[in-house]
């Protein structure tokens, strides 16, 4: 205990009831806005009290290096919150899950089981392919009149999840697939919240009725997660491994084969096993989803850069194929729009908040244990002194200047965390993002519907930053009305 002697700690704002005050009159901005703010007044490490909580904002990148890559177990842990541990059964997940054996065994495995079904191998492409030609079918009978792409997106991406983790898929109205798209939409509501609530009143998570949607999604989604685990259960011979769900069956068969106790100890019960599918299967769809939605978004926005992402396909994959994998290679404008999307509207623009595990520092800063550091990937993605015209969606910025190659302009950009907390689904977020937007535009221009106007892209600020619904039309682009290219 007590301050050691010559520490210095990171600036504080002023005292609780002046940020009460502050952060009221700040109300309409959302936090992740408010903290790139607040470092006009208080420098980009700035730290408060809330609570019994110390929490610290990094807003600048070489300070969010040092917190992830060269301090990233000490600063490795995670925070427990009410909502987060309804959600994963008390941190019995991997991404709400604190430093531990526990924690990283599962890392582990899953890592493995992703790299297993599909991080570069043929199946996950075929998978992703598969669903890219249902969504476009799906587009062509909405042909002219205006739909909100969103289910028609998420059912494409959820089918890919599902591939990975069950072995199995959803056709369009299915109920089972209904459903999920609301409990998902009330924990994505809800959950995650509370951790910023003592920081932002205005949030409003203490009105029980976002405890109770909270509640009744998770149960919803809990039944199905079990009844998946029954079904696996029964048809899992011990060998054949078919999906994610198998894997770690598998794991946990074979280590209670060999040790009695060391499954439970190492965090094998069957609600790990249950969380671990669950943030899997939410990650994998949430995210992925929300990437598409943004980049639609911002395509509506900028149409010279669809036109642009068109020609290069045009020229480069041509009318006598679908896109694949490969051609990532030679569509850098595309990869270039993709990176530019996940800059301008990062997936999770505070990242998850992570824990100091013991007192450590940050620059010249002395961090307390257990302060709750959280790294504004905001401030990082819209810093001006790394980029120019950070508001502006410039896809050119991550091209050499012959336009040909991929290439990260700034070390101020983190889309996906790094270091032990790194995103574990990034190479699979990758392909289905470039595979689905390659295979929409090689078809289909998208406009806004006459009449609507273009979508918000402020967005919504919750576990991920939401895009707010909109509406496009998808037309059959004139070159390709006379091809069919039976898929
Ligand atoms: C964690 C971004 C897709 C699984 C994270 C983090 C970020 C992130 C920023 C937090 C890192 C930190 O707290 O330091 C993204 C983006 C995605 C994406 C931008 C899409 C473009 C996915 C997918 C999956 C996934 C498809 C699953 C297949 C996870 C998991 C964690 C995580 C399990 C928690 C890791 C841990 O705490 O140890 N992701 N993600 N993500 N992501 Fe992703
Ligand atoms: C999304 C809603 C699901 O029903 C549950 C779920 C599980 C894992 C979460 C995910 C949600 C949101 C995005 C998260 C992911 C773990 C890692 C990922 C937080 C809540 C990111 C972007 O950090």
């Known amino acids: 205990g007590g301050k050691p002697r010559g520490a210095k700690y990171p600036n504080s704002l002023p ?6 005050s502050l952060l009221h009159l700040a109300s309409h901005l959302a936090p992740h806005i408010l903290f790139n703010k607040l470092q006009e007044k208080y420098g980009s490490l700035y730290s408060f009290k809330m609570g019994s909580h110390y929490i610290v904002i990094v807003n600048h990148h070489e300070h969010a290096k040092e917190v992830l890559l060269k301090k990233g177990k000490t600063f490795g842990g995670r925070p427990r919150a009410v909502t987060t541990d309804l959600l994963t059964r008390n941190a019995k997940d991997i991404a709400f899950a604190d430093y531990s054996p526990t924690w990283k065994f599962h890392r582990k495995l899953v890592h493995a089981a992703l790299s297993m079904f599909g991080e570069g191998t043929v199946a996950i492409e075929k998978i992703i392919s598969r669903e890219a030609a249902s969504l476009c079918q799906t587009l062509i009978t909405f042909q002219g009149s205006p739909l909100d792409m969103a289910p028609e997106l998420t059912r494409a991406v959820t089918n890919v999840v599902c591939a990975l983790c069950f072995n199995a898929r959803y056709k369009r109205c299915d109920p089972e697939f209904e459903e999920m798209l609301a ?32 509640k009744r999604s998770v149960a919803i989604r809990d039944k199905l997660l079990q009844k998946k685990l029954k079904e696996h259960k029964e048809a899992f011979c ?6 994610l ?21 190492v965090g094998l019960t069957d609600d790990h096993l249950l969380m671990t599918v669950g943030d899997i299967f939410g990650a994998g769809v949430e ?6 939605k943004w980049a639609v978004a911002y395509l509506l926005h900028y149409p010279k850069v669809q036109a642009k992402i068109q020609e290069e396909l045009d020229v480069k994959v041509g009318f006598g194929r679908h896109p694949v994998l490969s051609d990532r290679r030679i569509l850098p404008y595309l990869d270039a729009t993709i990176s530019e999307v996940l800059r301008i509207r990062p997936v999770a623009p505070l990242l998850i908040p992570h824990v100091a595990l013991h007192e450590s520092s940050i620059g010249e800063y002395t961090i307390p244990q257990d302060a709750r550091v959280v790294i504004n990937l905001w401030s990082l993605h819209h810093d001006p002194n790394e980029w120019e015209n950070p508001e502006e969606f410039i896809p050119d910025r991550f091209l050499d200047e012959n336009g040909n190659h991929l290439y990260t302009p700034s070390q101020s950009y983190l889309p996906f965390g790094a270091g032990i907390r790194v995103c574990l689904g990034e190479a699979l977020a990758k392909m289905e993002i470039f595979l689905f937007l390659s295979w929409i535009l090689q078809r289909f221009t998208l406009e806004v519907p006459a009449g609507d106007s273009l979508p918000d892209l402020d967005g919504k600020f919750g576990v991920v930053l939401q895009v707010k619904k909109f509406r496009v039309t998808a037309k059959l682009r004139e070159v390709w009305k006379n091809i069919d290219l039976t898929t």
């Open 238 to 243: 011990g060998e054949e491994v078919n999906d």
């Open 287 to 292: 995210t992925t989803t929300t990437v598409l």
């Open 183 to 214: 409990y998902s939409k009330g924990i994505v509501d809800t959950v995650a919240k509370d951790s910023l609530v003592d920081i932002f009143p205005w949030l409003q998570i203490f009105p029980n009725k976002d405890l109770e949607i909270l």
């Open 15 to 20: 005292c609780l009831p002046f940020i009460g």
């Open 245 to 265: 769900l198998d894997a770690l069956l598998k794991a946990k068969l074979s280590m209670e084969n060999n040790n009695s106790n060391i499954s439970q100890e």
